[in-house]
């Protein structure tokens, strides 16, 4: 098992995307931002290309609850599309 550290402190209410909700184009699923200026850092992180100097979006399942975390370049490439009210 692999220890990850997510630095989110910079993150929430701050953050103007912050419980924002988006759809996943292909999957269909709806996901709320929690941040997407997290650090990532763990063990051995250059071995799968992950560097300090980038930023990370966290977000939430809205169905599951499941927390997810990508780097925020992929996230907002198109991928999701955000559903506004």
């Known amino acids: 098992m692999r220890r990850v550290m997510l630095d989110i402190t910079h993150a929430a ?16 699923g709806f996901y ?24 990370w979006t966290v977000y939430q399942n809205t169905e599951s609850g499941s927390i997810w975390v990508r780097p925020t370049e992929e996230f907002m490439d198109g991928r999701f599309e955000q559903i506004t009210a």
């Open 32 to 55: 709320r931002i929690i941040t997407t200026t997290a650090s990532l850092q763990f063990s051995k992180a250059a071995e799968f290309g992950v560097f300090g100097d980038e930023d």
């Open 13 to 28: 209410t701050s953050n103007p995307l912050w419980n924002t909700l988006w759809k996943h184009r292909k999957r269909g």
